[in-house]
């Protein structure tokens, strides 16, 4: 699933990853795990207009989503 959007936010820590918030064109907000390599290596910063790639091989079933 490819998700575009705006880095709205980006938190660095001592360890090797960051934590990016990005802002999606059709609304909602993603928060993404990033190696500070690629941070550097892709000129990450916000304001960037970025792509989300998302994959996954297996959720955990927990039945379907009730209404709040």
């Not at 609304?27 to 996954?56: I, M, N, P, W």
């Amino acid at each position: 699933t490819r998700l575009q959007g705006r880095i709205t936010g980006m938190r660095m820590d001592d360890g090797p990853s960051a934590l990016a918030a990005i802002e999606l064109t059709g609304g909602g907000v993603l928060q993404a795990s990033v190696t500070r390599l690629a941070v550097d290596e892709l000129g990450l910063r916000v304001g960037s207009d970025v792509v989300a790639l998302v994959k996954t091989v297996a959720l955990p079933d927990q039945g379907p989503l009730k209404p709040a």
